[in-house]
């Protein structure tokens, strides 16, 4: 059988629904011919013949508007909260709630077959979703994997759209991966993913959370604010059990006021239920040992960064919880060689050092910087930007942060979508000049950035190109092109005089 993950195609595990049955699941009157359903879509461009078309109000457009197009492609009907041109219409007060409920129902609860863990945080969401689920494959757990990167099963993956798929789109996946043979389902859970019902009729086997700073302010009303959503993933009515990092205000205050079942650890303090000692970081890996469940367990990572041991006991942890063999558990783990775009190292025979990273709010500034600066008795140069329509109020501190911790900062451009590129090239300047430590330049092009800093760099530097990460792609108003960070480093790597002088 061909896996719904192989490609970037949608998965579409087998799923029939009378019209009149899902009207009454609605509560609804049916008095239209009934048929079929074979799905739900909320995304007009990708129905298929035979599904319900999903019609949600949106920040900008209104899924309705969208309707005819939905019917081109074969909906048979749609769910909005007002009727659809040319399409029979569940009329719900509300379609963006009861649209994950209604989704579970269709496609046969597929999270109550499944274990699913689910992790929040501002830092450490796909890091310790990754280890998760390579724990869970060292125990000959069949899974899968869903995070902001990728969506993997048992048979193949497929790119991320979003950190969380849409609440169609999710309840759609957890059926084909139950389908494809998985017992369990590490996934990211994301503040808006909460906040935009993307996780109702979702069941957590465990809520796992990492820590919380400032960050999505410009979603949320303010760091309260963000904290409720990402605490909602704890109710009694979401998740069965939870393990919490009690190592910031906001995980202890988490812990003191739950409902459900749950477990703390820490890296800071031996009061929590599972703790890590002796924690090492250098340039091949991360180890320390891990004390909890009544046993202690040495752990080497192949994952850099100090902050991977976090994120490795919040995994250990959790896969405790439902009673996981945590030395196959561990043993998986330690075979995972790098998380894409997270403290990865490029390696091209050059005499210094270089990383892509995400970091991307100082949090993960101030976690990752540290390490980076064990690295090396020489310089730490960093390519460094903002991401348009994001959190404007966390520009500055970017730049403060990274003109502390490095010696050159260079400002470039990520994505800046509609807002002013050079505004934003401004913002982190300004922030980084304001720290009066590092040499500040700033070069527009994010591939001639990238060019500088290797060129810069000599023998025992380090090199790291912050914010994007994996992604791929840089997008300028309405335009996107392919750009990767990773490729974009190798490149230039490759293009260094200490480099060309050995060919």
Known sequence: MTSPFRSVDRPR?????????????L??????????????????????????YAALPGANHHGADFAGEAAARGAIAAISDRPCAGLPTFVVADPRRILGPLASWFYGEPSRHLDVFGVTGTNGKTSTSYLLSAGLSGANIEN?????ITLRGPQGARPAVRTTPEAGELQ??????????????????SSHALALNRVEGTRFRVGIFTNLSADHLDFHRDLDDYFAAKAELFSPER?????????????????????????TF????TAADFYADRIRADEHGTSFVVHGAGRRAPVELKLLGAHQADNALGAIAA????????DAAIAGMEGLDCVPGRMQRIDAGQPFLAFVDYMHNPAGQKRQFPYLRSLTTGKVIVVIGATGERDPG????LGVTAGLFADTVIVTDESPFSESAAVLRRDIAAGARAACHAEVIVQPGRAEAIALATALAQPGDVVVVAGRGHDPVQTFGTTTHAFDDRDELRHAIQQHPALQRLR
Request: aromatic share 2%; proline share 5%.
């Open 13 to 25: 595990p087998p799923a029939q629904r009378a019209l009149r049955d899902v009207a009454a699941y």
């Open 27 to 52: 509560g609804l009157p049916w008095t239209c011919a009934d048929a079929t359903a074979t799905g739900i879509s909320q995304d007009s461009r990708l129905v298929s013949a035979g599904e319900v």
């Open 144 to 148: 899968g994997l869903l995070t902001g």
């Open 172 to 189: 759609r996946t957890l059926a084909a991966l139950r389908a494809e043979g998985a017992r369990a389902v590490a996934m990211e859970v």
């Open 239 to 263: 998740s069965d059990c939870a393990v919490v990092s009690i190592d910031d205000d906001y995980g202890k205050r988490l812990a003191a006021t739950l409902d459900i079942p749950h477990c």
């Open 266 to 269: 820490s890296t800071q303090s």
């Open 319 to 326: 896969l405790a919880q439902v009673g996981t063999d945590l």
């Open 394 to 397: 966390k520009r500055g501190p």
